[in-house]
């Protein structure tokens, strides 16, 4: 029995160990589902094993188990996005009816060797969370990729959720990827003026410069007035 002191951690392996059960479920219902074909791939949290690194702290010793934290993640490609989260909406054994965060990826120069094939040889990716609203099922959060490269166009899910609206905005504008069927999709943290994307890689550490916004401003208001 674990002491009490390890009490958040026993009740996150409970939840855990929920999530797993809920995972298998899913894996298996995705494995028999019409879009299945439509991955690229699709990675399940790993069972923990003996060799684990966790197998080896002293809340193992005290009786704590271990499972994977980590969530599901489907990576599909732009043509296929639509037809996935319609999928894990309206399924189930899935229910994903909450879009919890939408960001991207920008793999330019990654060190790691295997990231370009892993994501379809594209430059970027981006990266949707869902999570169920259910009770009996909410802390199940499930990931999805979708490769894109530079001038390519990613459906915007603005149609299915109006709350992506200003993410996909936001991955415009620090990214520059386009959503394809966003309603207005303009800069949402940067002046409309600005020049660049400033989360991508190759963006000048220092800046490109910004004296010309201020250029632009005081021509404005000369012309203004």
């Known amino acids: 029995m674990a002491e009490p002191k390890f009490g ?3 009740a996150a392996t409970a939840v855990a160990e ?12 995705l494995e028999k589902s019409p879009v299945a074909s439509t991955l690229l791939r ?27 934290t980590d969530m599901p993640t489907l990576i599909v490609r732009k043509d296929n996005l639509l ?14 009816d909450f879009l919890l965060d939408l960001t991207a990826v920008d793999f330019l ?26 009770t009996d099922r909410r802390s199940a959060t499930l990931r999805i990729g979708v490769p894109v490269d530079e001038n390519e166009e990613v459906p915007s899910l603005t149609q299915i959720w109006p709350g992506a609206n200003w993410p996909e905005r ?14 207005n999709l303009r800069r949402i943290v940067l002046p409309e003026n600005y020049r660049g994307h400033p989360l991508r890689k190759d ?11 201020i250029e632009d401003l005081l021509y404005k208001r000369r012309n203004e007035d």
């Open 170 to 183: 936001e991955v415009f504008d620090l990214m520059g990827i386009r959503f394809a069927g966003h309603p």
């Open 203 to 213: 963006f000048p550490v220092k800046g490109i410069g910004e004296d010309y916004l």
């Open 109 to 134: 120069n990654s060190p790691r060797a295997d990231d370009k094939a892993d994501n379809d040889g594209k430059r970027f990716q981006v990266q949707y969370l869902f999570r169920p609203r259910a």
């Open 42 to 68: 699709a990675l399940w949290p790993a069972a923990p094993t003996a060799a684990s690194v966790h197998a080896y702290t002293p809340l193992e010793k005290d009786g704590v188990r271990t499972f994977a």
């Open 18 to 29: 929920k999530n797993a059960a809920i995972y298998a479920q899913q894996k298996e219902a």
């Open 8 to 10: 958040a951690v026993t």
């Open 83 to 96: 037809n996935l989260v319609q999928f894990i909406r309206g399924d189930a054994t899935f229910g994903y």
